[in-house]
């Protein structure tokens, strides 16, 4: 089924907001759902729109996989406990690193992380808290890219002719389908949210692993992690769709303390976009990057080589992976 687009321009955010609620509180009933919130803009705005149709009958997880950003769990749980919505951090470290060790093609890591998620994850937490609905986040970009074969969205199904409720066990309500990222931004203003979250940078579903080129290991993830830390600290601000860190699989020579070391490169994305279809290198100073090159080649000691992303998407994409 063709999917109806609403643009950003010409959407009337109340309306929007009271028809999703109708629409859920429709297709739940008196029953439960749950969702997973991940802290990206998708999944705080259908959080925010989920308990505002269903209350406590939406029970929301955040899983921690171990693939996420610095603090993340924590500083998820606290915002939403400011809003006065509890959010239950699942502890699924393991299993997401079992899932990906040895995988180094790019689909395939996307796909692992797809079924713990789905198969195993959320397919307990579904069991263990008798609901019948996964509601998530998925936006229009995320589906064209899908379809069109250009990437393996992990929260895609119905799209590629999946059946959720076949697959996994349970349904899955999409409110935010019709929708691109900006037309999100503006429902999760509608919704309340504060700034800092619905204008937060875009961060993927598969987390620190959509940045990391080859096998997804615990001490990769704390490399990029620690470079995505300090990325978005110097760049927190400034006028760009999404900035980012990436861990390269190849290693180049470099020097430490006068001696030769083959060591890791770490490379910089900033992106301009609109709504992720198409994005351009942003022109950064060269005084901000010269400061990050530094800043992270002094903090994560594996890292001798930074380099700074210039080309446009299309060929390249936002992320790595
Ligand atoms: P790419 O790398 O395809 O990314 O140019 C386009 C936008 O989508 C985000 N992205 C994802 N978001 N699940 C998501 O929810 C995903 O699997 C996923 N992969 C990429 C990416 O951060 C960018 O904003």
């Excluded at 859920?24 to 259908?46: E, F, K, P, W, Y």
């Excluded at 789905?118 to 019948?132: H, P, R, T």
């Excluded at 002719?161 to 503006?186: H, N, S, T, W």
Aim: glycine letters at 8%.
């Amino acid at each position: 089924m063709k999917i109806k687009e609403i643009k950003a321009k010409n959407i009337n955010t109340k309306k929007f907001i009271e028809e999703k609620v109708q629409e859920i509180r429709q297709a739940v009933g008196d029953g439960l759902a749950i969702n997973a919130l991940s802290g990206g803009v998708d999944s705080c705005v259908v959080t925010a729109l989920g308990h505002k149709a269903l209350g406590n009958r939406l029970k929301t997880y955040f899983i921690d996989n171990g693939i996420m950003r610095e603090g993340e769990p924590a500083k998820v749980k606290a915002a939403f406990k400011k809003m006065g919505i509890h959010v239950e951090v699942v502890d699924a470290v393991q299993d997401f690193f079992d899932a990906l060790k040895g995988i180094t093609d790019p689909e395939e890591k996307r796909e692992a992380i797809t079924q713990t998620f789905y198969k195993k994850i959320f397919a307990d937490l579904v069991i263990q808290s008798g609901a019948k609905y996964l509601l998530q986040g998925t936006i229009l970009t995320d589906v064209d890219e899908t379809v069109a074969g250009i990437k393996r969205q992990h929260n895609v199904f119905e799209q590629l002719g999946i059946d959720p409720q076949v697959a996994f066990g349970y349904k899955i309500l999409e409110p935010l389908i019709q929708l691109r990222k900006d037309g999100v931004r503006k429902a999760g203003r509608g919704l309340g949210l504060p700034e800092e979250i619905f204008n937060r940078i875009p961060f993927p579903g598969p987390a620190l692993a959509a940045r990391v080129i080859g096998e997804v290991t615990p001490e990769k993830i704390a490399i990029v992690r620690k470079a995505t830390a300090i990325v978005e600290a110097q760049l927190k601000g400034i006028k760009a769709f999404q900035y980012l860190a990436i861990l390269h699989n190849d290693r180049v020579t470099g020097m430490r303390d006068n001696k030769r070391v083959f060591g890791n490169q770490i490379e910089i994305r900033c992106w301009n976009s609109l709504d992720a279809r198409k994005a351009s290198p942003t022109r950064l100073s060269f005084n901000v990057l010269d400061k990050m090159a530094a800043k992270i080649t002094k903090a994560i000691p594996e890292v001798v080589s930074v380099t700074y992303n210039i080309t446009t998407k299309p060929t390249s994409t936002i992320e790595a992976v």
